[in-house]
Each structure stands twice: as structure tokens, then as C-alpha cells.
């Protein structure tokens, strides 16, 4: 059975930083993508990064480029978003996705999900 569980939410200050951890287990694919989501309060989720084993390809939504880095352990099993300069609009629940590939920077035909973990950005 495939499980995704992330951790390292918390409350960070306006600048600051959190590098958010997931541990994957229970999946033997060869090809996947493997990402992160997140979901604001009252709006939609939407998709922040996404990295494909196609081609080893790692792809981030405009609005965090240059400020959040994806990074993997495959030994491990574990997937990291660094989060760097975070603003109060990156505050949200964050979630680690497997799927087929990547569809730019969001994960294709999500097949798992974790339970999310809360990142609050606030002074």
C-alpha cells in the first residue's frame, strides 16, 4: 500500500524558511512523478512542484520559483520542498502527490496524496 507522509509545517515569519519532508513508501514504479500541492484557505489546490523520473526533470509554478528548491533521497524514499522567502500568501496546507508524470509543474493523473501538512506564514 502506498503512503505518502509529509512533515516540518509550522509558523515562520514572513522571510523566513521551512523545508517540508515526505516519506514515500509502498510504491515500486519505475516512471511517476512525485510533487508537491498545496491549498490556501477558501481557494483552490494547486500544484507548486513537480519532479519525473522520465527524465529527471524538476519544474516549479512561477509563483515560487527561485524561492523553493525540490529535492529527493531515493535511498530514503524522501522527497523535500525547501522553502525560502516564504511571503503570508505561501501559507497554506502542502501536500505530497504521486502521479503518472509531470504536467509542467503539477503532478499528472495524481493516484496518491498525503494527509497534508500546515505551513502558516505570519508576523
Known amino acids: 500500500q502506498v503512503q505518502l507522509v509529509e512533515s516540518g509545517g509550522g509558523l515562520v515569519q514572513p522571510g523566513g524558511s521551512l523545508r517540508l519532508s515526505c516519506a514515500a513508501s509502498?510504491?515500486?514504479?519505475?516512471?511517476?512523478?512525485i510533487g508537491w500541492f498545496r491549498q490556501a484557505p477558501g481557494r483552490e489546490r494547486e500544484g507548486v512542484s513537480c519532479f519525473t523520473t522520465a527524465d529527471g526533470s524538476t519544474y516549479y509554478a512561477d509563483s515560487v520559483k527561485a524561492r523553493f528548491t525540490f529535492s529527493r533521497d531515493s535511498a530514503k524514499k524522501m522527497v523535500y520542498l525547501q522553502m525560502n522567502s516564504l511571503t503570508p500568501e505561501d501559507t497554506a496546507v502542502y501536500y505530497c502527490?504521486?502521479?503518472?508524470?509531470?504536467?509542467?509543474?503539477?503532478?499528472?493523473?495524481?493516484?496518491?496524496w498525503g494527509i497534508g501538512t500546515l505551513v502558516t506564514v505570519s508576523s
Open positions: 509502498g510504491f515500486t514504479f519505475r516512471y511517476y512523478g
Open positions: 502527490a504521486i502521479g503518472n508524470s509531470c504536467s509542467g509543474h503539477v503532478v499528472y493523473n495524481t493516484e496518491y
